[in-house]
């Protein structure tokens, strides 16, 4: 069974950095794609960024383009998210995910495509 454990989330003022972190366990971490969801009060969940299994495919949304930078550390099981230039708009509770299949990525990102989720971290953007 996986499991995802999210880090790193907190309350910080606009142009602010954060680094998430999600720790993976249960199955061969390096042969599935990942990525991070948010989702904010009232609104759905929708993917920030995606990272394919070896590093190879990285998407984001636009909303977050030239702000945030996904990556993964196979060795460690982990994989990242680095939120730079925080804004208010980027609040939400953020979540990791990681792919049904091995050796799989589409692009742009489908959430049916993922079928295990973290517990999710907080991510308060003050102005």
């Known amino acids: 069974q996986v499991q995802l454990v999210e880090s790193g989330g907190g309350s910080v003022q606009a142009g602010d950095s954060l680094r998430l972190s999600c720790a993976h366990s249960g199955r061969t971490f390096d042969t599935y794609t990942m990525g991070w969801f948010r989702q904010a009060p009232g609104k759905e969940r929708d993917v920030v960024a995606q990272?394919?299994?070896?590093?190879?495919?990285?998407w984001y949304a636009d909303s977050v383009k030239g702000r945030f930078t996904i990556s993964r550390d196979n060795a460690e099981s982990t994989v990242y998210l680095q939120m730079n230039s925080l804004k208010p708009e980027d609040t939400a509770v953020y979540y990791c995910?990681?792919?049904?299949?091995?050796?799989?990525?589409?692009?742009?990102?489908?959430?049916?495509?993922?079928?295990?989720w973290g517990q999710g971290t907080q991510v308060t953007v003050s102005s």
């Open positions: 995910a990681s792919y049904g299949l091995p050796n799989s990525v589409t692009v742009p990102p489908e959430q049916e495509d993922f079928d295990s």
């Open positions: 990272i394919s299994w070896q590093g190879g495919s990285i």
